[in-house]
């Protein structure tokens, strides 16, 4: 089992930039991949960046990327989003997620993730 705590939400304006958190309990098998997930009320949870946190390697949706970077830290068992221009359509809710289900092969499908935070708020205004 791992324990994920996002932090780091907020308000801000267009073009304004903020930068979360993701603290894990662990890095291990279960945090192989790692995922940040945006949802707003009424709509479907979204994968917006994937990091493979052994290699570094990054995947991002097309309506991120360029402006989120998605990083992390075995010494701190941290993952980080880093989002500058940020758009009024990026606000909702963002949670990490982590034990990606061995087999599954849609790291941006939010029902293949086993362990989730509990989200932090961002809000972004015109």
């Known amino acids: 089992q791992v324990q994920l705590k996002e932090s780091g939400g907020g308000s801000v304006q267009a073009g304004g930039s903020l930068t979360l958190s993701c603290s894990a309990s662990?890095?291990?098998?279960?945090?192989?991949?790692m995922g940040w997930f945006r949802q707003t009320p009424g709509k479907d949870r979204e994968g917006v960046a994937v990091?493979?946190?052994?290699?570094?390697?990054?995947l991002y949706s097309n309506s991120v990327k360029g402006r989120f970077t998605v990083s992390a830290n075995s010494a701190n068992n941290t993952m980080y989003l880093k989002m500058i221009n940020l758009k009024p359509e990026d606000t909702g809710m963002y949670f990490c997620?982590?034990?990606?289900?061995?087999?599954?092969?849609?790291?941006?499908?939010?029902?293949?993730?086993?362990?989730w935070g509990q989200g932090t708020q961002v809000t972004v205004s015109s």
């Open positions: 990091i493979w946190t052994r290699t570094g390697t990054t």
């Open positions: 997620a982590a034990g990606f289900v061995s087999g599954r092969y849609d790291l941006f499908q939010p029902s293949d993730y086993k362990f």
């Open positions: 662990e890095f291990s098998t279960n945090t192989q991949y």
